[in-house]
Every structure is written in C-alpha cells, then in structure tokens.
C-alpha cells in the first residue's frame, strides 16, 4: 500500500510561535511528538545551529521520523532520538544530556495518519486488523480489546462520554456487555458492527462514521492520553529557559481544554505568559490542501521568570 507523503500541520504557525523564544547559545529545542518528523524537519532548517531532542512513544514512528529527517537535512548530528513519553521529559533527563534547558518544545497530540492508515493497530475503521489501539504495544498495557470485553458496563459509559462525548454511551456500553457473553471483541470490525447496530441510523453523522467517537474514546483510554496531555505540559514548561515557548497542537475539544487551562493555570504563578490569546486555526487554503488539520488547535506559552531552585536556569 502506498502511502501519501506527510503534511505537518499548521507549519508556519509553529516556526511563528518558536521563534518568539529569546534564543540564546546553545539553542536546545525538543519535539515531543515526533510522528512523521514533519516539524522537526522544519525546526532544524529554521534553526540551523540548534540542538533538537526527539521524542516518541511509538519506536515505529521515532523511526520512520529519524529517516524523514535524515533525508532531508542530510544527517542526525543535531539530533537526540529517545523512545519515550513527553511527559516523562525532565530536569535530570535534560543534565543527562548537558542541555541547560529548552528554547522551545512542541507537542502535537494528534495521532498519526500512520496508525490509522498502516500500523495493523486497530485505529481505523478500513480494514480488519485487531482490536489493539497501544501506541506502545512492546509495553504490554491493556489493549483496546481488554477495555471492551473485561470492563463494566458504568467504565465504559464514563469512558466513552467523558473520552468521546458520545451521547449514545450507555446504550452501546450495555450492548457491549451483552455481546461479549456469546463471544469476546477481537478486531476493530467486530466493534463497528456493534456500534453500527447500536445507534439509529437516522443519527449517524453525516461527516464522520458513526463509530468515530467511540474508537477516539478506547484510544484515549488505552494510552491515558489526556493524564499525559497535562503531565508533559506541565513538566516540559518547566524545562523551558527564560524566554523559551511550549507550543501545543491539539485536534479535538478533549485536548484542547486541558492545553487552555493548563497555560491559565501555569500563568497564574507568574513564571509564564500566554502567546495566544486564542487558538491558532489552519487557514482555508491549508485545510484545502491538507484535510487532517482541519480541526487542529495551536497554543503558546512563554516562560517570563525563572522558577527557583532549577539549576539550569540562570
């Protein structure tokens, strides 16, 4: 199967936001969310001189990002590759690397068009494959699967309107109990069906499978996206240097909030300044050309005070 080439979202606009960091030397930026490698090329080429740590939770994707890169720029001098989880990414993480604190970080907590296309993970509704959705399947946390057939009817209706906000949660979580009895949930087609039968048709949505928020709910749910969200916004603002700027990209309301009044909250001590008094939204001739931004969000924050009693800021 051929795959289209990768589009970043929002590309300009992030470049925009990172150069409103007060760049110092050594330039040290991170990317978060590796994906496809499409900011971090652009990231480079902006800062010629700069340091860039990649990070990813996916081995596959940090792969696939190190080679775009590499083909591109002509080499990973510059380059720190980890497979990790933003939200792991700290003070002694960045003294492991001698890095005196960042100039910027980006996080874009979209999901791939990789897993939905290629990974073979159960995130998409096109083919059969099995019903996975682990961004780490190496680590062995529970799968989608295991959310489906072993949860209780009350976990997955909270899980699917809080996750999802899905207004037929109850009646396809009391569905999925009932189902389960006669034969477990293997793949991803075996739940479409179900959730096909379990909403009128006459509610589907028009733009979208009907089955779009309950899949977006069992993949949060598998990867604790939104605990991670919060955690790595909150750990990553304070790895930035004085002047340094944490953009955010998010591509639905779920995310979106926690990005919002995570800066709020973070602004209220008054180490940090909000860049972005709204989101920035793709422009038509962006979403035009690339349908997968369409829903994207970016947010900035700058730090304004050192926080104290981190070494590395000076």
């Not at 150069?19 to 652009?42: I, M, N, R, Y």
């Not at 002694?92 to 290629?118: I, K, M, N």
């Not at 509704?125 to 190496?138: A, C, G, V, Y």
Request: charged share 30%; aromatic share 8%.
């Amino acid at each position: 199967m051929s795959e289209s080439p990768h589009i970043p979202v929002l590309p300009r606009e992030v470049i925009d936001l990172l150069q409103k960091s007060e760049v110092t030397e050594p330039q040290w930026f991170l990317d978060g969310t590796a994906g496809e490698g499409g900011h971090s090329k652009l990231i480079l080429q902006t800062f010629p001189k700069a340091k860039l740590i990649l990070i990813d939770r996916d081995a596959v994707m940090l792969e696939r990002a190190k080679k775009e890169i590499q083909s591109v720029i002509g080499s990973l001098d510059r380059v720190f590759a980890f497979q990790m989880n933003f939200s792991e990414v700290d003070k002694d993480f960045l003294d492991s690397l001698d890095c005196p604190g960042l100039d910027g970080a980006l996080v874009d907590l979209g999901v791939s068009l990789f897993h939905f296309l290629h990974s073979g993970r159960g995130f998409t509704f096109k083919n059969e494959e099995p019903l996975d959705m682990r961004l780490e399947p190496q680590v062995g946390q529970k799968t989608a699967a295991d959310v489906v057939n072993y949860s209780t009817v009350l976990h997955l209706k909270k899980v699917f309107w809080e996750y999802g906000e899905e207004r037929w949660a109850l009646k396809v979580a009391n569905n999925i109990v009932q189902s389960r009895h006669k034969k477990k949930f293997e793949t991803n087609t075996d739940l479409v069906k179900l959730v096909e039968a379990s909403i009128p048709r006459k509610f589907w949505p028009k733009e979208s499978h009907p089955a779009t928020k309950i899949f977006q709910a069992l993949r949060i749910e598998v990867n604790e996206e939104l605990l991670h969200a919060e955690k790595g916004i909150r750990s990553l603002s304070e790895c930035l240097k004085v002047g340094g700027v944490l953009a955010c990209i998010s591509f639905h309301s779920l995310e979106d909030r926690i990005v919002k009044w995570t800066f709020r909250d973070l602004k209220t001590t008054d180490h940090f300044e909000i860049l972005t008094k709204k989101p920035i939204l793709p422009t038509d001739s962006e979403i035009k050309e690339n349908r997968a931004s369409r829903s994207a969000k970016l947010r900035g924050l700058q730090k304004i005070n050192p926080i104290l009693n981190k070494r590395w800021e000076r």
